[in-house]
């Protein structure tokens, strides 16, 4: 899944999770975008390309709905527009830093350069230890402050499409997607920020560089030295050092210690155009190729990430959609126990199921055993769920209740077994005495749970879909399979 589709999908999860009364979003326009998507993608397709084209085909029905979806679908990341603006805004600051003052005189020991060079050194040095520790030094070679807030330039979500959520699914889902993306594109966005700051640090000793070139055709620098502590032996050893990358690229040989001391403090110095040239080589090779190859590495890394996004989809959202993707239309077994269920009960109950399981649900209803008699035999293709329904209103009973349910669970083979309590007319009947309410429940759970089952108690005539679905799954996901 790359980067773009891991968006979408991400975008798609909080305007269904916030959305949990189907204000915009009902539970048949989901089902149908996810057997939309499973036909474009096939039964054999990984779970990130499901996913991916769910998501598309989900937005592209929600934008129609809800257009102020389209700022944040025609969102970009801001890379090359960050990437160019710092480019140039660092190569400005190294042409105008290069400037040395009236006198023209540059002091070999403190040109304008040299400071660019230890501070590159010392993001090295640190960019080894990162490496040595962490193994993510490309990422890390930058200050983290500069990181983070580059990176949150990058990763910014428009604020047109923050301040438009004036209903309440899209406010929600809207400050969800923000918080949740932010969270996991940070790793992404940070390598792009590493890669911009490499090029723009790049761009700043080629700025110095440039400045101080193009100064000296219209003057004259001199080449001078001076110390408090070094003589000119000392300055020769450490000129040669610092200067050695510049002298090999350039040819030019770094004067020795009796040339030096005809450009000492009482001097006027010599035509700096060979010093100048030594200086810039040693910038090209000590700072803006090292700039350029971490640069290139960063910017690799992040196409490798965009490219393969690591989105999370061990979750219970995920795991419900691609469990739907993989069982179609979901076969459901009902069996009433000494309960003759009402129509609106039957329909609650389908309602549950089909914002439970996100997908077509085929309910097959068993004749109603009486009270007293053996479980029904269950058919040779076991359905994707069993559910056992039980009234409320009867008194619990262990050799009864219990057993028909312990019966049921020893036939199962594997699939999920639920006991669902229509609360519905005996919570009418006693709504004044909650106690005699609690009381029951406590009884069945005692009962069913003896038998290893934990009841779902639910008003199925008049159910709150979204808390029930949200319960059923939970027993769904852990119902032994």
Do not use: C
Not at 277 to 302: C, K
């Amino acid at each position: 899944m790359d980067e773009r589709s891991a968006r979408d999908v991400v975008l798609v999860q909080a305007i269904e999770t916030a959305d949990r009364t189907r204000a915009i979003w009902s539970d048949a326009d989901r089902i149908a975008v996810g057997q939309e998507a499973a036909h474009a993608v096939g039964e054999s397709a990984a779970a990130g390309a499901y996913l991916g084209r769910r998501a598309a085909f989900a937005l592209s029905r929600l934008v129609v709905r809800e257009p102020r979806l389209r700022s944040l679908l025609g969102h970009r990341v801001a890379g090359s527009k960050v990437a160019m603006i710092a480019t140039a805004a660092a190569f400005i600051v190294g042409v105008a830093a290069a400037h040395i003052g009236p006198a023209q005189r540059i002091n070999l020991l403190a040109p304008p350069v040299l400071a660019l060079l230890a501070w590159n050194v010392a993001v090295y040095a640190l960019l080894a230890i990162a490496i040595a520790t962490s193994g993510d030094g490309a990422s890390r070679a930058v200050p983290a402050g500069l990181r983070s807030l580059l990176a949150r330039l990058l990763g910014a979500i428009p604020r047109g499409w923050r301040d438009a959520g004036d209903t309440r699914p899209l406010a929600n889902a809207a400050a969800m997607f923000a918080a949740d993306w932010t969270r996991m594109a940070a790793p992404l966005w940070q390598r792009r920020a590493a890669g911009i700051l490499h090029v723009a640090a790049a761009a700043l000793a080629t700025g110095e560089v440039a400045g101080l070139y193009l100064r000296g055709i219209a003057l004259e620098y001199r080449a001078v030295w001076q110390s408090t502590f070094l003589d000119a032996g000392d300055v020769a050893r450490l000129l040669h050092m610092v200067l050695a990358p510049g002298a090999l690229v350039t040819g030019i040989a770094v004067p020795g210690a009796e040339a030096l001391k005809a450009l000492g403090p009482a001097s006027q110095g010599e035509n700096a155009a060979r010093w100048i040239h030594l200086y810039a080589g040693t910038i090209l090779v000590v700072v803006i190729i090292p700039r350029l190859v971490l640069a290139a590495v960063a910017w690799m890394g992040a196409r490798r990430v965009s490219r393969r996004f690591p989105l999370r989809v061990e979750t219970p959202y995920f795991q419900r959609i691609v469990r739907a993707w993989h069982a179609g239309t979901a076969q459901v077994l009902a069996i009433p126990y000494s309960f003759d269920v009402p129509a609106r009960a039957a329909e609650g109950l389908r309602a549950m199921l089909s914002r439970a399981l996100e997908a077509p649900v085929a309910l097959a209803w068993v004749p109603t055993v009486r009270y007293g008699d053996d479980a029904p035999p269950l058919p040779s293709t076991l359905p994707a769920a069993i559910i056992v329904l039980f009234n409320l209103a009867a008194t619990p009973e262990a050799d009864n209740h219990g057993a028909i349910v312990g019966e049921l669970a020893a036939r199962a083979g594997g699939a999920p077994l639920i006991a669902i309590i229509d609360t519905t007319d005996f919570t009418a009947r006693f709504h004044d005495v909650p106690q005699r309410i609690a009381q029951r429940e406590r009884a069945w759970r005692e009962v069913l749970e003896a038998r290893g089952a934990t009841p779902l108690f639910v008003p199925l005539e008049r159910p709150d879909v979204a808390t029930a679905a949200a319960s059923f799954n939970d027993l769904f996901e852990r119902s032994p399979s």
